[in-house]
């Protein structure tokens, strides 16, 4: 629990005494029945008592002190409490009293609050309270009984069960559990969304980029260019296949792949000269051949000058739409962009199964065939002639009835989603210094995350906390850019490469998102989010970018 206790400021005693203030009599009576500690300071009785004597008389002030005093728990006074010397308290506090109440309050530890009166300003940057604060985050934990899914797939369950049920004993009855009717049934149904000639279902996401690179003959000697913030699997795959991902930053804005710094990238490698653009440091043995884009939350890039660039430059494109399935760029669905595209029905995907699962897309019949040899091994005309090296790369019957269930409510569930976001947008519009990502007006998002931007990294960690200890998950997609991790560092690359990718994964924040993320689940992420940040502005901490991202109050468009 975080929020463990608090220390009444002496004049909220003096008021919660008098009676003439009933939001503190509540705010007070709530953090006890919530199992908060209330702490009277010892070294604030004397000043409780001489503010009562001004008002009454030194006998009922006397009488009121020692009843307050037996209704609540008192915190002793120390010698750490004390300054050495009047220069050791800052300029913001009036008095020894309130040097002592904050170093009260620093000693009990994470989770103690100061209460303080409404009209009090003194105590701005400590983990101060005013009583209607303290109702509205006390009323959040009252209302949160149970731990919020971050996505929530049992509701989800729940609305399709009946067909659920029957298309899963369906399977079983016929027992063909690898390749079997389901499959063909669904990639039909995918192709026919998505809006392409061939739909090759396979084991994973990270199989269909695999698979993919494999029928473009991507491999040794090779550079692909794709942005540094995103999944591991993006990149992962391009080394698996022999080759070498050029890492590209980001749009400060969308947080896609920038086309203008994949232009850059693509002309420093040409002329071997990373003064141009940062690069591996093997890029003198390397050749253009592929730039993979990553529809990233569910959000599209410019795919417009993308693929004027793949097309100038004669590389391969590859789409790793394996989080905007169902997204749309200018009318045209994710999954029908590049040479071949590929997406993922991981369970946490817009469209996802219940296991590991994914597809490739293409218009290209030569590829289409190339895959499906592939994903069987390698398999030629027969099963047991193999004209290739390939894999199993297979999706299982029961999976792809799965999708086939969820495919029925597909589009709904898109609208929902783009319901939740704009709650969360209106909800969050107003705390200073938050901001979204950039949806172009020709991009229909997917939503597959929901992401905000916060100050610092400080901020991001006490918010998640809190939201933590209210039962409410959250996410950092993603904590540390490719270019970065451990894995590529025989590439060469250093922090400050890419700096918009690299602040973005310091500040940005993923809450609960799914079909079905209640209003009161927004409202509570909201007034979390929107104290913690003023706190942390009101103390000066996260009001300078950081110093190794100079744009980041660019990484996210404010609205």
């Not at 029945?33 to 009785?45: E, F, L, P, R």
């Not at 409490?81 to 170093?103: A, M, R, T």
């Not at 080759?243 to 420093?268: G, S, Y």
């Not at 994903?375 to 999706?395: I, K, P, Q, T, W």
Request: net charge negative.
């Amino acid at each position: 629990m975080f929020l463990k206790e608090v220390i009444m400021h002496p004049d909220v005693a003096v008021e919660l005494i008098i009676g003439n203030n009933d939001e503190i009599r509540m705010a007070v009576d709530c953090a006890t029945k919530a199992g908060v500690t209330v702490w009277i300071y010892g070294g604030s009785i004397g000043e409780i008592f001489k503010k009562l004597e001004e008002k009454t008389d030194k006998s009922t002030a006397w009488k009121d002190v020692t009843q307050l005093c037996g209704e609540f728990q008192i915190l002793s006074v120390l010698a750490s409490d004390f300054p050495v010397g009047n220069h050791d308290i800052e300029p913001s506090f009036s008095s020894i009293l309130e040097y002592q109440l904050c170093k009260a309050v620093e000693r009990l530890g994470k989770g103690a609050f100061l209460l303080v009166p409404e009209n009090c300003d003194e105590f701005n940057g400590f983990s101060a309270l005013k009583s209607n604060e303290l109702i509205s985050l006390l009323s959040c934990r009252r209302n949160n009984s149970r731990n919020i899914p971050f996505i929530d797939l049992h509701a989800q369950q729940d609305r399709i069960r009946p067909l659920l049920e029957e298309r899963i004993w369906r399977v079983m009855r016929h027992g063909q559990y690898v390749m079997g009717p389901e499959i063909k049934e669904l990639e039909e149904s995918l192709a026919s969304y998505v809006g392409v000639s061939h739909c090759i279902a396979c084991s994973s996401g990270t199989d269909a980029l695999l698979m993919s690179l494999m029928a473009l003959g991507v491999g040794p000697g090779d550079a692909v260019f794709l942005p540094s913030f995103t999944f591991i699997a993006t990149a992962e795959v391009v080394r698996l296949v022999g080759a070498t991902p050029v890492f590209v930053d980001i749009d400060p804005e969308t947080l896609l792949i920038d086309a203008d710094h994949l232009q850059r990238a693509l002309t420093a490698l040409r002329n071997r000269d990373p003064s141009l653009y940062p690069l591996p440091l093997c890029h003198s043995e390397l050749k253009p051949k592929a730039v993979i884009t990553v529809d990233l939350f569910g959000n599209m890039p410019d795919y417009e000058a993308i693929e004027a660039i793949a097309e100038k430059e004669k590389l391969f494109l590859v789409e790793d739409a394996a989080q905007s399935f169902g997204a749309s760029f200018s009318g045209r669905r994710a999954g029908a962009f590049g040479d071949i595209a590929c997406t993922s029905f991981f369970p946490a995907k817009p469209l996802g199964c219940y296991g590991d699962g994914g597809a490739v897309f293409t218009d290209r019949e030569e590829l289409a065939q190339i895959v499906r040899s592939i994903r069987m091994h390698g398999a030629g005309s027969d099963r047991y002639e193999h004209v290739r090296l390939g894999l199993n790369g297979r999706m299982d019957t029961l999976q792809a009835a799965v999708l086939l269930c969820k495919l029925a409510i597909f589009n709904d569930e898109l609208g929902r989603r783009k319901n939740t976001v704009e709650l969360y947008r209106k909800e969050l519009s107003q705390v200073p210094g938050v901001a979204f990502q950039r949806v172009e007006d020709n991009v229909q998002s997917a939503w597959a995350q929901f992401c905000i931007l916060v100050p610092d990294p400080d901020t991001r960690d006490r918010i998640r906390e809190f939201l933590a200890a209210e039962g409410i998950p959250t996410a950092v997609y993603y904590p540390l850019p490719l270019h970065l991790q451990p894995v590529f560092s025989d590439l060469g690359y250093k922090r400050g490469d890419l700096p918009v990718s690299e602040g973005c994964a310091e500040k940005i924040l993923a809450l609960p998102m799914h079909p079905y993320v209640e209003r009161c689940v927004i409202e509570q992420c909201a007034k979390i989010v929107n104290y913690y940040v003023l706190q942390d502005r009101a103390s000066g901490r996260g009001s300078s970018p950081h110093p190794e991202d100079p744009q980041r109050d660019s990484c996210f468009s404010e609205e």
